[in-house]
Each structure stands twice: as structure tokens, then as C-alpha cells.
């Protein structure tokens, strides 16, 4: 008898606060935080289970961290701090449970590479093991990864269900993702507008340095869709961008990239978790949501 696959968790909260006069509405309790948070689906001891990584940078910290859903004392199982310590904690491993079950976790980011993004782009990995077992293995150094965990790969992928990025800007915004599982080829977006100090404002949207969408009088054209193809696959692109528009100095956008096959998502709250995360500023790969604020 096949497990039942539990619905995900919600996403460790992130905190878009500012301090300034000229913060978002609201927010003025600390400093600004971009978040990449990424929900996987993977099997650990026989179970479905999802995985939280969320990464995490302020002006004055950087970290990343770890949770499962089904742990009975808590969802967390690792964090880790990046920032102010230039070294400390950028390599390592925790050994924890899963209600009883052992679980491994092993990082090693120091030579990682960084964008704007608080994810890293390249040069580490983040690895789970479960019953010698690589589970769940992110990032680009993978022969290192498996080296040190000395555990085989699984046999069953891990899926990325939903990933959600909060980020602050002015003008340009860029961000990578792949819209197919299969193929696992990310694709560099990039999104452009005139909105500050233009009385006809354009926004433009390119994939891979190609533009395939280009909105023009965005005073009437704020809220919108269009379905694009990117590698033979139908992305239909969702925008809100009312505040930017009208909002004034640190207002947010709001985008959505999903893939065009995927109406319908499974019936164990996938559906209903997105449409939370949009409530929360958040999103999902494969049908990402993108959360932008925008310093004019």
C-alpha cells in the first residue's frame, strides 16, 4: 500500500521590513530581507515527505535553512549562518531525526558563488541522507557531495514542487529557473520596467535574453497574462503590478510563471498551498511566484 504523501508546509515566514522613513507600510521593525524559499517532495524512510530549504540575507545576515514536515518536536532541522562570519559554518554536518528515523544533512559553501540572489548560483551543495541515501542534494558540486556523504544517489528523484523569491530593486529584477523537471535546464529571467520617472510606463519580460513579452501603457495594462513558449513548452506569465504603478516608493510586484500542462495540481494541497504562499508574497516554480519590491 502506496504512502500517503502529507500536504506541504508552510514556508518558514520571511520578513520584507525596513527601517527608513520610506519602508513599505507596515514594515519598520528591521531591515529588508530577500528569501529564495524551495519546497521538494522526496522520500525519507519510505515516506513522502516535502523539505523546506529557505535561504535568507538582511544587510546584516545571511543564513540558510532546513525543515521536513511529520517531525513531531518541530519542522526545523538545520540552520545555518552565513553572515557576518566569513568562514564559521560554511561547512559542515548535522545529524538529526525524523520520528526516530535517522536523517544526515551535509553542506559545504565555501566556495560558493553569489548574484543578487541570498541563494547561491554556483560552487556548493546542500545534501539529505536518509538510510545511506542522497534524498535530496542541492547545488552544482555533486561529485563532492556524494564524496563526502559516502551514500549512493536515490532511485527516485526528488521534485521541486514550489519556489518563492521575495527581492528588492529599482528598475531590473533577475532571477533562473527551469519550467521542466525532465530536462532540468535553467533559464536566466529578467524583468525590466520604466516605471520611475515615466509618465508611459513599459515593462518588459525576457527569458534567456530574448524579450517575449513587452507591455506598453502600463497605466491600463497593470494586471495581465500571456502564454509564451520557452523550449517547446507553453509558460503562461501572470502580473500584477498596480503598485508599482501607483504605489509610490517601495511598492511591490507581483509574477507568475507556470507551465501551461500543469492546470490542475495534485490533491494533496499543492493547489491550495500556492494560493496561500500568494497571500503570503510567495510562489512556485512550475508555477513560480515572484514577490518585487521596487525602491522608485
Known amino acids: 500500500m502506496q504512502e500517503p504523501i502529507p500536504p506541504p508546509p508552510q514556508p518558514l515566514p520571511s520578513h520584507s521590513d525596513k527601517t527608513s522613513d520610506d519602508s513599505p507600510a507596515g514594515h519598520n521593525k528591521s531591515a529588508p530581507q530577500c528569501s529564495v524559499v524551495s519546497i521538494y517532495q522526496t522520500k525519507i524512510h519510505g515516506v513522502m515527505r516535502h523539505v523546506t530549504i529557505s535561504w535568507n540575507k538582511t544587510i546584516m545576515s545571511h543564513s540558510f535553512s532546513i525543515s521536513v514536515d511529520g517531525k513531531v518536536d518541530g519542522p526545523l532541522l538545520c540552520r545555518v549562518e552565513l553572515k557576518p562570519w566569513p568562514f564559521w559554518g560554511r561547512k559542515g554536518s548535522k545529524t538529526t531525526d525524523i520520528n526516530g528515523d535517522r536523517v544526515d544533512i551535509f553542506w559545504d559553501i565555501r566556495s560558493a558563488k553569489f548574484s ?3 541563494e547561491p548560483v554556483s560552487g556548493y551543495y546542500v545534501a539529505l541522507v536518509s538510510q545511506d541515501e542522497v ?7 555533486r561529485k563532492d557531495a556524494y564524496k563526502k556523504t559516502k551514500s549512493r544517489p536515490t532511485l527516485e ?16 529584477f533577475t532571477t533562473r529557473a527551469h519550467f521542466d523537471d525532465r ?6 529571467i529578467v524583468i525590466e520596467n520604466s516605471v520611475p520617472g515615466s509618465r508611459d510606463p513599459e515593462m518588459r519580460i525576457s527569458i534567456d535574453g530574448i524579450v ?3 507591455v506598453k501603457n502600463l497605466h491600463w495594462k497593470f494586471r495581465g497574462n500571456e502564454t509564451i513558449v520557452v523550449d517547446q513548452l507553453p509558460i503562461q506569465v501572470l502580473w500584477d503590478v498596480h503598485d508599482w504603478v501607483f504605489g509610490g516608493s517601495w511598492s511591490q510586484a507581483f509574477f ?11 490533491e494533496n494541497g499543492v493547489e491550495q498551498k500556492c494560493q496561500r504562499q500568494e497571500e503570503d508574497q510567495s510562489g512556485k516554480w512550475d508555477s513560480m511566484k515572484g514577490n ?5
Open 256 to 266: 507568475i510563471f507556470k507551465s501551461a500542462k500543469e492546470e490542475v495540481f495534485d
Open 135 to 141: 534524498v535530496l542534494l542541492v547545488g552544482d558540486s
Open 212 to 214: 517575449l513579452i513587452n
Open 157 to 172: 528523484d526528488p521534485l521541486l514542487l514550489c519556489k518563492r523569491e521575495n527581492m528588492f530593486g529599482k528598475r531590473n
Open 292 to 296: 518585487y519590491w521596487m525602491r522608485q
Open 116 to 118: 543578487h540572489s541570498p
Open 183 to 188: 530536462r532540468r535546464k535553467d533559464h536566466d
